[in-house]
């Protein structure tokens, strides 16, 4: 009886209340990337000479309702949303006015900025929002893309610096909702999200993460890989891997031992963002495709036993001229 008395009472008692909560169902998926580029017309041509095709101008736009940091601003940007092998992605070029996204491109230059989840109600949203607000994080910006019959309500948080990206809400019909399928020349997949993280912060990151109710990382060393080459030379280059298994996963990628394209990343930008994860039916044609363009492959390898259940191959892509991030070339084994 006294173990039920005490159970009782611990239970019952604040400090004994779980620090984190269970992540919510819209955290699992990632519905919109908030992509800032200093050239929106490059951009664009980049991609379209990669190989993808869906892609839609919605032309210079003042954000309505807009704040920053809780002070009214006026800002236009240019924006294109495009269809990257199902990651739908809005392309933003500041124009003028005060933004977190011209605020993000004198920081770290051309990247993806936030990762978006979409909420069911704007009731919702605002309850999230002032969760986060009580748990410590402030919004960093507000307000609304109206677009042709469509209009999104969203908040971008400040997590960048612990978080190493934006966490992003919103509510409303993004602009590629009518796009059931991705239009790409390989019928690439997109299968994974993945950053680039220093060692030195792989617990702080995760911790971090955990706090605000989303998915911590399950790390993984030393990472079965074979076949090592950087920019087409036989390397001997060291990850460690912290993953977050969301419908996508959440790829932490931490260099160990160079040379690594994630250091790359890290010294050239900043931690964070670094690569759309594209799955591949041929993994020979794709890596083929794109040196017959003219694209380096700037790190390769595999993992597994070749030919067997639980193997595949892997191929970075140097894409970084065309808004400063990489794409990856995944294959896995099928009986």
Known sequence: MKRYIILIFLLATPFFNPVFS???????DVDLFIWVVTNVEKVEAGWRSLGFNHFQDHGNLILQDFKVNGKVAKTEIKMVSANIGGAKVLWIQPISG????????????NGVFALMHEVPTLVELNSEVQRLNNLGTDVWQQ??????????????????NKGK??????????????????????NCKFNQVAFALKKSNKKSTSAYWEKLGLLKFNFVYPVDTKDKKYYGEAADFDLEQGWQRNNVPYEWCIPM???????DHIKKYSEGFHHFGLGVGNFEKAVQYYENKGFKISMSGGWGEEGKPGSGK???????????????LLWSYKE
Do not use: C
């Not at 269970?22 to 699992?28: E, G, H, L, P």
């Not at 031992?257 to 250091?263: D, F, G, L, N, S």
């Open 22 to 28: 269970q992540q919510k169902d819209y955290y699992s």
């Open 98 to 109: 005060e933004s977190a996204f011209s605020q993000y491109l004198k920081m770290n230059g």
């Open 143 to 160: 307000g609304k893309f109206v677009l042709t019959g469509t209009s999104i309500q969203f908040v971008m948080m400040k997590t960048l």
């Open 165 to 186: 990206y934006v966490l992003g809400l919103y509510h409303g019909e993004s602009p590629l909702d009518e796009a059931k399928k991705s239009n790409n020349d390989l």
């Open 257 to 263: 031992a160079p040379p690594t394209v994630y250091a």
């Open 314 to 328: 892997f191929a970075y892509v140097d894409t970084e001229e065309f808004g400063g991030e990489s794409i990856e």
